[in-house]
């Protein structure tokens, strides 16, 4: 088992002490309990919901019948498949170098789609490998917004764009700058604006038009701008939260109690 988030030297250090020609992942999430559990198991159920509970996980049905771009295209527009249930050769996880160290947030993704763009070869299994621990009310590391975990992502998305055969392939490419637009989003709306502006400036790049998402959005983002529609709805949350707390009713006091 390779832990994560694991330093990348530190990491493949150990891997290559090992004489296991395939590892699989677990996670190890900096101060956080581990969401996954790996049991072996027939199939149950598609992880189409996640109350709290154990479920086998199973890939796409369609995947193997899929070449590598079209599933990288997938894994990019946010069809991946949890950690635990990713099986990868010990060779060719040392050749790809493991986890970036300076990935912070979805760095299984990241590692995920170097390693499908760059070339791995797939395969897959139609019964459950894996089972995957819901707990309610859990903390989760990928709803992390600060500032540095959200530009790790950035980071990544410019990396992959740049170094890997991305822009060979128009849906994947496009993947890619909608996820770069969904982070200007989150940015704006968390306040960090020269990151959502970076994000959006590579969205736009990579020839993304428009302003995807619902309608009422769209409309929006194409009068305001993304920035200035982010910005205006996070006041308007504020304003709502201010005028909620302001029309709470005062807690009633308990009649006090003799004996």
């Known amino acids: 088992l390779l832990l994560r988030p694991t330093p990348a030297p530190a990491g493949l250090h ?39 509970g154990r479920y ?13 771009i079209a599933i990288a295209t997938e894994i990019a527009n946010g069809k991946t498949t949890p950690v635990n249930a990713q099986a990868w050769r010990r060779d060719h996880l040392l050749g790809l170098g493991g986890y970036r160290a300076d990935v912070t947030l979805r760095e299984d993704t990241e590692l995920l789609l170097r390693a499908v763009i760059g070339g791995a070869t ?13 707990r309610p009310n859990h903390p989760s590391k990928s709803k992390r917004r600060d500032e540095a975990s959200l530009r790790s992502t950035h980071r990544w998305h410019r990396d992959h764009i740049a170094s890997l055969p991305v822009r ?58 993304l920035e200035r529609k982010a910005v205006l709805a996070r006041g308007w949350r504020a304003l709502r939260g201010a005028v909620g707390l302001a029309r709470r009713p005062a807690p009633r006091s308990r009649p006090a109690v003799d004996g």
């Open 168 to 225: 060979q392939h128009p849906a994947l490419l496009d993947a890619y700058a909608r996820r770069s637009y969904g982070l200007a989003g989150t940015a704006f709306d968390q306040g960090y604006r020269a990151l959502g502006r970076e994000a959006l400036a590579l969205a736009r790049e990579c020839g993304l038009e428009g302003h995807p998402g619902g309608r009422a959005h769209a409309v929006a983002a194409t009068i305001l701008g």
């Open 14 to 52: 150990h891997l290559q002490m090992t004489n296991l020609r395939t590892v699989r992942m677990t996670i190890h999430t900096n101060s956080l309990q581990p969401q996954t559990s790996i049991e072996q198991g027939g199939p149950r159920r598609r992880l189409t919901e996640r109350p709290a």
């Open 122 to 134: 797939l395969g897959f299994n139609s019964a459950g490998i894996a089972i995957w621990v819901v």
């Open 56 to 68: 086998v996980h199973r890939h796409s049905a369609e995947w193997h019948r899929k070449d590598r």
